[in-house]
């Protein structure tokens, strides 16, 4: 007994898994109790027993087994998760229950199985059932049907899918077991009930006995249509309704729409075989038809029939056949053979259904044809097989052959198709007979009703009785506007007795007439309370919940017809159009009118309306208006007070203002009165005449706006434009055009008569008046937003200067929308019910434009011949036949559908051999597309299908183009046609993997902007899943992108159910790969605003309509959008209509959740958040920190939250799954503005969980949350909150951790979120949080924190960093020796950001640091310095953050974008110009934001406690007193703060993105800068002024220029502005100076573009403009700082070069002022930094060296460089050299040997030659340099050799230039001499040799000539020797020696690797009268005496290792003491240069 007492301690749980029997029963028996117990279908509890179900059934002790089945049930009828068991329990029954003995366990089996059904889990139960039915034993088939017949018994078939299961009844009736073929009896007898005959087809086969008995059976049944006795979960709702049925007893109306609706819902259709015929025609079939006997024809066809007769075909390739048989039909003389032809077409259709469709465009108009035939039993024949043809395809698709036929002259061809019409309609839904279809059909159908054919008339009146009946009187009405009323009441006659196919009476009409009599009767009803009726009714699905009754709000309308009024009530939407609002009235005498007149207006108006004074005419206007005004709409004679006004005076009246008062009365009247067509008649030409008034012109376009309100606008326009040019003003006629363009856009365009207005504006194109050419283009334009690319091709015969013109119109208007209509919608229905329908308008009106095109009929020049040739055998024969198709198809340009044998000869050549011919033919199926426009879509089937084929050639430009062709195709037919029927599942089954690829890529492409798709789509999803693992690694990746987007439209579910065919192992990875695609999976677009106009109910206003029509839609809120309190007034019905609607949205299984989700899903616990952080500060609960989420704070949290959470929202949070995280997410979106106080309450708890989310690994939870996040923290700094120590330390750490995430967008949005949080938690608190962070081990986390930090202090100063600035920085400091490079590089950036805020107390803060890392530091420090750092732009402090209500800067904080406080300074890039804040301070953040982007000049801190820097460039010398360099001061003067701010404030105006704004600031700006004692005030800040503009001057060249809508004038103005402005500011000189650089190129490069924008040229101002930008550009030139300006210029020059897009006109232009500015060098020389000019050269010749430059198609550039150094050399001399000290690396410097040649050559010039062969050696002359120079030089040594005193010096100087340049030609020279002077220069020359050498030459290794001695003492002659006067007397350089010893080395064979050491001479080393670093002194002190040391070290080196050299090589004493002597005097000058410089 021990182990009995052991178990019964055991838990549930444990007992039931027990191996003791007794053990599990009693296990068994208390789950039983405790499922029953459980209230909850959600608690925990149930998932304990998730893995034990299966247990319970398959027990093996039969006992127990019972017991555990008993505790199953429960379970299963309980538990929330039993669906997840579905599979193994039912598997379990199916095999171990139902071959129990015990009947007891069979039932208590069945009942399991039912119940897994009833919690929706229908199919696996069925699969289970199915595979039972396989199983040996026959006990367990039994009780398996006896299972699936109680299921269909008591579920319906809506529930239990019939299909699988008739498809194994004729196998379990030839069972051998009686009792199977009992049961299967009994489930056949079942299924009869519920589909009745259609179960007839699969059982013909059976047993006749066994069909015998079921045929008694079958009799025996009940002939009313069983239903539904048991209702799943999801559908109590309908669950309550059969109870009160029940509990009634009677068989209600609901009961009965329920079955009708269950009957047609299997097609016997579907549960048949297909079968194949094609195989099994005779093979001489196709010869015998064409046979000359007609027997033998017969034979043929009578073969075929039998055939055909087959209920089910199999697809395949029936083209062949349907073309024999189109032919016998239309072509066979024997009409027993059409018939019977017919009959095979009619079989073929009936057996292939929707795949014959390809084929009904062929044939349909052959039939029709053929309806001549009078013979009955042809006719008969006919109509079957039209009949089945019909039902094959649409009535779309075949319109254009019935419409052809209709104008047949034969009356039976006419009777037959109006027939076949109205039999067709009978088969449509209003759906699928839209207007577009109604338009032609009514019109043709019209002509019919007056034919003289009686039967024709017949005919017509059925097919429009029909059409009515089918689609609403609404629909079909404004098609009989011309009908009389005998004939429209035999059509209304003939809509009664319709019978539709559909049982239902889709219209509408009938059924609504029962519920509500009193709407389809009363005239009375006024249009509005008629439509809110109305549309409340259709509306709502399902049965009619009460309407309310009609209200008559008002009167009746004068003359509204009877018929309108009925129509309204027999609704479907709210009336608009003619019926609705157009008042009929007959024109009136003008006796009468007066008459009407007088009865309304004051006596002694109506006597003053023709007086003679202008006075009384006006008082009389004045009393008139003020009597309209007063007038009810009801009582205003609105055609007797027009005609008042057109009296005599009328339209003629001279005073302006008695017209300007009468256009306004009009308009007040058709505004106000039931103003008609007859009306407007009466006014309209005078306000057309008035149009081009200047005066009167807006009045007469109010006056015609108010009547296109009131009698529509496309009456209105048509009327308006054929007056306006039936006159010949042309200021009439412009602004005509001009008011339509704009009506157009206020009305929108449904309607409007295209081709009327085309017409027009042809005429006004070719007007003489520009004025009216260009109000048409304007026109066309508009027309252009709405119509499309179409109306392009009415004009392509226009000139082409005009057409370029219409042109650049339309490429204006591409991408843009049209606008919504805002007038003309809401007068003309009820409540704007008709918005929907209006867009459905619109959304065709580019296909009615193209309806419009004049298509041609090219059939005729399709012959046979062509045919042939197409497919002749020889290639060169069938590219003939393809040529000619292209020149048809071009000439025609439009061309009709029907294309004869075209298609089938295009489609043979797809698959052509040769591939070429495959391309053309892909192209002219391209041109055919184009030529026949949504046409084209007839021939998706038989021409489409194919192309996509062709997509699986090998061939990649051959798939290319066919992927181009489908694409054409489908944008003219759109994908439905595609995507129906099975053929592109047939395409995608072919295991080709280009064909693959490419179709799944293109339906990945497709499928995501369909609304909605055929059902078919299904059909491609097995092939789909194969896709997925196509040995094809392209394919697989196609199919996986293509996933989710056919789960976007087939659901989740359909598509896990799809899987259920694959074998295990795919089975499980498809699964996993539909997982996945689930959590990416799009949402569909949004349906248009048309579907939402319909939900929200009649009479909301539109505006009201669409904003909340996406709250209703999405089934996962069903809150009700709050109505407006403004717009409450709409009156009842509305709301009414929305609540019920509300209801009806969400999707069926949230129905049971419906009421939960209603409230709020944040509750308010008073003080529940004070309580909670009590708890966690007294240790009560666990404090919120864990490395990793344990489950018991998840517990907790969940604790937490069940008081203030709703319940299902939690639920969603806590779910296992991610995607209810995901729907958790959505809904506290979605509530976060309406429940405010709500989210800030459980504040604490929504962040904890979302730090939970942290740790999850979904993406796309983590991006739904961290954009929760950023909405969440807009809102509270909105709401001006403080986050809490509590909130802040249990989230922030874990947002931290998120930082380091490898995806940027992650990173990025992380980063977003830490700055919103900066504006509700203090930055210094803040800074300690991501101090932390930087701790952590992952390095990108680090980096990123770093830079956190680095933002932080640049936004708010030093105070921030915690604990203390300098512990801070030691901690940043530590990571610039990380091992991470992003890392280091974070620190330094950080601490360089540090540096610029704080300056060089940070080397004090950071300490010591190793020497590796400080190196590093002060590289990065110099390199940052060299772009001018900006002072840190915002330095709010930490007090506005505590105490937001109090200070200013906290507002700032609070109400400026989150974004902008953001630190990233490309994140505030968009405050530029755009957000127009009025307050001040935010002004200057923007600015300073967008100048610190732009990097450069100086930005000026208005706030107090900060170090203002000039930062410019350390090698430019400083124009800035003394004093101001040092700004060492830590504290600003206060002085300038105001007027400062004032500026910045004015200044950031400057840069606005409205022109009115800019200009005021500029005129301001202005002011200043004229009165010289004020424009000192603008000092420090012009850079930031020039950014401004030349930010302005690109807005207007990128935006204002292209805006069509601006007035030119304007720009003008503005432009005229900036320059007078900047001007004014260059005339000032020392203002003008303190432009930097960057600043500079910016603005030139502004200036410049402006001077060659081609648009500016054509303004009337436009020359004026560019003339004064020429003058500004030279006072820029002359005025800035020199050495900004040249080096802005190089930059810029370098640029421009660079820069493809640029344009050789920019460059040039940058030339000419390079040259003016070299002009202007001589007078500028002194002010210039050399040194930065010079380093700028380099750069450019480092990006352009000399061959690349000579490469420019321009010599310009290479000339500009030559000649601005060139002048550089002549103003400098040799001193130049000493320049180039910025450079890094002269030695590889091509400008610095450039510069020595230079110098050479003008030292050779001044005859200084001995002295440069000793300086640079014998190098030679550049060859390249100009001969021109070289002539020069020898020119001059002649002259020499010619006078008397220097020949002897000419005749040297000769001899060593021809000894130097051996190949000189100096012959020239001599030839033009005497002989004699010939001679004695040969006899010099050779003199001069001797003595050369018979002294012997000094050896040139030691470098040093003997004439060096002679020049060694300084002299004071001007040739440039060694000594130390230079000529312009000032010091030469030392580098200049330096560059000589170099030389000296050299030669003597000495290395300089020493010299490589030497750090570069820096500009520190030239004047020191100006420092040029703009640094502290004592900095630049340190820095001048190191370099000094360091440059006295190497001078002694070289020249002692230059000394010891020389003198050991030299030969002869002389040279050496020389060379010595020269040393000597080098140290000496340059001791006397160091004691100079100290």
Known sequence: MGDDSEWIKLSIDQKCEHKLWKARVNGYEEALKLFQKIEDEKSPEWSKYLGLIKKFVTDSNAVAQLKGLEAALAYVENAHVAGKTTGEVISGVVNKVFNQPKARAKELGIDICLMYIEIEKGEPVQEELLKGLDNKNPKIIVACIETLRKALSEFGSKIISLKPIIKVLPKLFESREKAVRDEAKLLAVEIYRWIRDALRPPLQNINSVQLKELEEEWVKLPPAAPKQTRFLRSQQELKAKFEQQQAAGGDADGGGDDGDEVVPQVDAYELLEAVEILSKLPKDFYDKIEAKKWQERKEALEAVEMLVKNPKLEAGDYADMVKVLKKVVGKDTNVMLVALAAKCLAGLATGLRKKFGQYAGQVVPTILEKFKEKKPQVVQALQEAIDAIFLTTTLQNISEDILAVMDNKNPTIKQQTSLFIARSFRHCTPSSLPKSLLKPFCAALLKHINDSAPEVRDAAFEALGTALKVAGEKAVNPFLADVDKLKLDRIKECAEKVELAYGKNTGGAADKKECRPAAGKTPVLSGAAGDKDTKDTSAKSGPLKKAPAAKSGGPPKKGKTAAAAGAGGAGTKGKKGSETKEIFEPELSIEVCEERASAVLPASCIQQLDSGNWKERLACMEEFQKAVELMERSEMPCQALVRMLAKKPGWKETNFQVMQMKLHIVALIAQKGNFSKTSAQIVLDGLVDKIGDVKCGSNAKEAMTAIAEACLLPWTAEQVMSMAFSQKNPKNQSETLNWLSNAIKEFGFSGLNVKAFISNVKTALAATNPAVRTAAITLLGVMYLYVGPPLRMFFEDEKPALLSQIDAEFEKMQGQTAPAPTRGTSRHSGGSGDDGEERDEQEDIGNDVVDLLPRTEISDKITAELVSKIGDKNWKIRKEGLDEVTSIINDAKFIQPNIGELSAALKCRLNDSNKILVQQTLSI?????????????????????????????????????????????????????????????????????????????????????????????????????????????????????????????????????????????????????????????????????????????????????????????????????????????????????KGAQGKKVPSKPNLKEDDDKSGPIFIIVPNGKEQRMKDEKGLKVLKWNFTTPRDEYIEQLKTQMSSCVARWVQDEMFHTDFQHHNKALAAMVEHLESEKDGVISCLDLILKWLTLRFFDTNTSVLMKALEYLKLLFTLLSQEEYHLTENEASSFIPYLILKVGEPKDVVRKDVRAILNRMCLIYPASKM???????????????????????GCLVESYGMNVCQPTPGKALKEMAIHIGDRDNTVRNAALNTIVTVYNVHGDQVFKLIGNLSEKDMSMLEERIKRAAKRPAAAPARQAEEKPQ??????????????????????????????????????????????????????????????????????????????????????????????HSNTASTINFVISQVASGDINTSIQALAQIDEVLRQEDKAEAMSGHIDQFLIATFMQLRLIYNTHMADEKLDKDEIVKLYSCIIGNMISLFQMESLAREASTGVLKDLMHGLITLMLDSRVEDLEEGQQVIRSVNLLVVKVLEKSDQTNILSALLVLLQDSLLATASSPKFSELVMKCLWRMVRLLPETINSINLDRILLDIHIFM??????????????????????????????????????????????ESELEAHLCRVMKHSMDQIGSKTDKETEKGASRIDEKSSKAKVNDFLAEIFKKIGSKENTKEGLAELYEYKKKYSDADI???????????QSYVERGLRHIEMEKEGKGRIPSSTGISPQTELTCVPTSTNTVSSSIGNTNGEEVGPSVYLERLKILRQRCGLDNAKQEDRPPLTSLLSKPAAPTVASSTDMLHSKLSQLRESREHYQHLDLDSNQTHSSGIGTTTSSSSSTAANIDDLKKRLERIKSSRK
């Open 1327 to 1349: 800074f300690t949080f991501i101090m932390e962070g930087t701790k952590s081990k992952n390095s990108k986390q680090r980096a990123e924190c770093l830079e956190e930090l």
């Open 1442 to 1535: 505590r105490a937001p209500s109090t200070n200013a800067n906290a507002s700032v904080l609070r109400k400026g974008p989150a974004e902008d406080m953001s630190s990233k300074l490309n994140q505030a890039r968009n405050t530029s110009g755009h957000s127009e804040i009025t307050h001040i301070v935010p002004r200057e953040f923007q600015l300073d934001l967008d100048e610190i982007e732009n990097d450069n000049g100086t930005v000026r801190c208005e706030m107090p406690a900060l170090v203002q820097h000039k930062l410019d460039d350390i090698f430019e010398p400083v124009l800035i007193p003394e004093p101001k360099i040092r700004a060492v001061s830590p504290h600003f003067d206060d002085m």
């Open 925 to 1137: 199926l391209q041109q055919l597309a184009m030529a026949m426009g949504p046409n084209i879509r007839q021939h998706v089937k038989n021409l489409g299908i194919p192309i996509i084929t062709v997509l699986g050639d090998s061939k990649n430009n051959v798939r290319a183009a066919a992927l181009a062709t489908v694409n054409a195709w489908t944008e003219q037919t759109g994908m439905k046609e595609w995507l129906e029927g099975e053929d592109l599942s047939e395409e995608l089954k072919k295991e080709n993997p280009f064909l693959r690829q490419e179709l799944l890529g293109w339906l990945a492409d497709k499928l995501p902007t369909l609304r909605s798709v055929p059902s078919d789509l299904l059909l491609c999803v097995p092939h789909l899943y194969s896709c997925l693992e196509d040995r094809n690694g392209d394919v697989r990746k196609k199919a996986q992108d293509a996933l989710p987007f056919f789960m976007m439209h087939l659901g989740f579910e359909k598509m896990a159910k799809a899987t259920g065919k694959l074998k295990p192992t795919s089975k499980d990875q498809v699964l996993a790969m539909l997982e996945k695609a689930k959590a990416i999976m799009p949402a569909k677009p949004a349906a248009p605003v048309k579907a939402s106009s319909r939900v929200v109910g009649g009479a909301a206003p539109a505006k009201f309509q669409t904003a909340s029509a996406p709250a209703e839609d999405s089934g996962s809120s069903t809150m009700e959008p709050k109505p407006d309190p403004k717009k409450a007034k709409t009156g009842g019905a509305a709301s009414k209509a």
């Open 1867 to 1877: 012959e020239p020279f001599l030839k033009n001499s005497s002989q004699f002077f």
């Open 1742 to 1787: 480092k990006v352009f060296p000399k061959e690349k430059l000579k490469q420019c198609k321009s010599e310009f550039p290479i000339r500009t460089l030559k000649t601005l150094l060139h002048t550089l050399c002549k103003l400098k001399g040799p001193k130049i050299l000493d320049h180039l000290t910025m450079i890094e690396n002269k030695n």
